[in-house]
């Protein structure tokens, strides 16, 4: 397999950062950059979970642009977002937010170098009437932003009980209200 081609698994379908065309129904983006320490724990997440086969579910890694991510959602029936956020909380907590009765904490998300992030593309696609059907967003609460590679421990604690929410969150997103997961090796 050529090494920047999309890999292809059954059930799961691991899409080039390009590409956005979302043949299953559920859209998982972890988002963050891998050069700025905690940020990245959004990427890590996905990272763990392409991993793993799911049923009707694509999984991608953003940098966090707005315009980007709208257009990443825009075929998706549920939708789930997991970024690295600053809120004040202790580092690692969990923050999880349903869009369509929270709205989102544009101070949390403070840290994107990106003017039009996550929680401002969140509030234009509701105006717009362009959210999809379900839309989660997962901030973890980070300690370090600062330039580096690697999670803080803290942090990385929370990688484990992010992702088995988020497999929850497969589970009630799927259509057929069951998704079930193997692990690739």
Same mark, same amino acid.
């Given at each position: 397999m050529e090494k920047n081609s999309p890999q292809r698994h059954k059930g799961h379908k691991e899409i080039s950062k390009h590409e956005t065309q979302n043949e299953y129904p559920i859209l998982i983006v972890g988002i963050g950059n891998t050069y700025r320490s905690d940020d990245a724990v959004g990427l890590c997440v996905a990272q763990h979970l392409k991993r793993q086969a799911f049923d009707c579910v694509n999984v991608i890694e953003e940098s966090g642009d707005g315009a980007t991510l709208m257009d990443s959602w825009k075929d998706s029936d549920a939708v789930i977002l997991i970024d690295a956020v600053h809120s004040g909380a202790q580092p690692g907590t969990i923050h999880r937010f349903d869009v369509h009765t929270q709205t989102i904490p544009t101070k949390f998300f403070?840290?994107?170098t990106h003017a039009?992030?996550?929680?401002e593309a969140i509030e234009l696609a509701r105006a717009l009437k362009q959210l999809p059907q379900n839309l989660i967003v997962y901030g973890i609460e980070g300690k370090c932003f600062e330039a580096g590679i690697g999670l803080s421990l803290?942090?990385? $604690?929370?990688?484990e009980e992010v *992702? *088995? !929410?988020? $497999?929850?969150?497969i589970h009630n997103c799927?259509? !057929?209200?069951?998704t079930e997961y193997h692990e690739i090796k």
């Open positions: 403070h840290y994107s039009f992030g996550v929680a803290e942090v990385e $604690k929370a990688v *992702m *088995m !929410r988020v $497999k929850q969150d799927s259509p !057929r209200k069951y």
